[in-house]
């Protein structure tokens, strides 16, 4: 499967089976040996959804960041019908559609896409961030509340302290503490960054909060828009 920003593919899924087919397909396409966009610099976009389940409505937003002052530059929304149901592991393809559609919306290339959700921290090490990185190019980092079903020690109390997020031996992300003695936020490569780089973006983008800045500003737009459209 192949697609463009802001084109939804033809052949998307409707079912478990074919969901998890198209994931065993698309994972070995994920770029683990590049290191990323540096810290910094360039651009950085955060993704995010909102759900009404209710009258089966999804509202997606993109905001454009300054790496390096995180002024916002350039932002968009979409909204659409729920394109797949709630099957925890599958959840990409919930989102995916209206979140391309977001992105084919931006006046400009977004740089690094961090994602509110995981990259290969996934049971089938194809989270949204992997995903949406393999079907768009773009490097993407995901950047989680939780740890899903993984396991980590708990990090150091100071800002930056980061603990390899497990399954079983593997690490598949970090347990990363972005705020003195705040729960951590949990970091996983998506595509073309690695995990180093992944956490230093982390850490820019969260100056004065736990999470990202751009993930705080695409969830407060998509909401927005949600409420909007179902008003």
Known sequence: MTTVPGRIPVDWPATEDEARAVQDALRGRVVLDEPGPPPGTGRVTGVDVAYDDERDVVAAAAVVLDAATLDVLAEATKVGRI?????PGLLAFREI????????????????????GYGIAHPRRFGLASHLGVLTGWPTIGVAKNPFIFSYEEPGAARGS???????????????RTRDGVKPVFVSVGHR??????????????????????????????????????A
């Open 162 to 176: 980061g603990t390899p997020l497990l399954a079983g031996t593997e690490e598949v992300g970090r347990a990363l």
């Open 97 to 116: 559609p209206t979140v391309l559609a977001a992105l084919g919306e931006l006046p400009c290339d977004p740089g690094l896409v961090v994602c509110d």
């Open 83 to 87: 394109s797949f149901p709630y099957v």
């Open 193 to 230: 960054v690695n995990l180093d780089v992944a956490c230093a973006h982390t850490l820019r983008l969260t100056s004065g909060y736990r999470l990202p800045e751009s993930t705080r500003r695409a969830d407060a737009l998509c909401r927005r828009a949600l409420r909007e459209a179902t």
